[in-house]
């Protein structure tokens, strides 16, 4: 991830730790995960990201997985984002291919999690999200896909992207 994406985890980290204090309603809570995926959004622009969908609202007891399925194109680089409540501790992200394959992961314990991947070809795939860690159950997540032209050829797509060791 480049500067401008550190920046807007940076933020999305510290508006979450802001609303830590009291329970968000369901509705207040549309809303605010809306505005955090904005934000997110107005963020990664400026790097030639744009919100290509947003996807459910959902809610997870401590320790439960959801899954999200996907199709995604190819010659497409995505960025696959999730953030979630106050009450929420710790949200991870898998993200398997059509052969049940893990290609993309992001287990960091603080933070946004975001996964990339660029695929080879227009392909179905399924978004895991784990509820690491949820103080009042259930925690209410959402997920956001942001996408980009590829620009480079097959095989340097990652290379550009600046990742944690933990993104793959």
């Known amino acids: 991830m480049n500067s401008a ?14 609303g ?10 549309k809303e605010r995960a809306r505005g955090q995926l904005q934000f997110v959004g107005l963020t990664l622009e400026g790097d030639g990201w744009t919100l290509d969908r947003e996807l459910h609202l959902g ?16 010659r497409t680089d995505y960025a696959i984002v999730a953030v979630c409540d106050a009450q ?12 049940d394959s893990l290609v993309a992961e992001d287990c960091a314990e603080a933070g946004l999690p975001v996964v990339h991947i ?3 070809e227009r392909e179905r795939f399924d978004l895991a999200v784990k509820m690491v860690e949820c103080a ?6 959402s997920v956001a896909v942001y996408s980009a032209p590829a620009l480079t050829p097959r095989g340097f797509a990652d290379a550009r992207l600046d990742r944690r060791d933990s993104d793959y």
């Open 136 to 141: 009042e159950a259930p925690c209410s997540y």
């Open 5 to 18: 994406t550190n920046k807007a985890i940076a933020a999305i980290t510290l508006i979450g730790m802001a």
């Open 20 to 29: 830590s204090a009291a329970p968000a309603l369901a509705d207040d809570w």
């Open 118 to 120: 660029t695929p080879d």
């Open 59 to 74: 809610g997870l007891n401590d320790a439960d997985t959801g899954f999200v399925p996907l199709r995604l194109d190819d």
């Open 88 to 99: 929420c501790g710790d949200l991870d992200l898998f993200l398997y291919d059509s052969d």
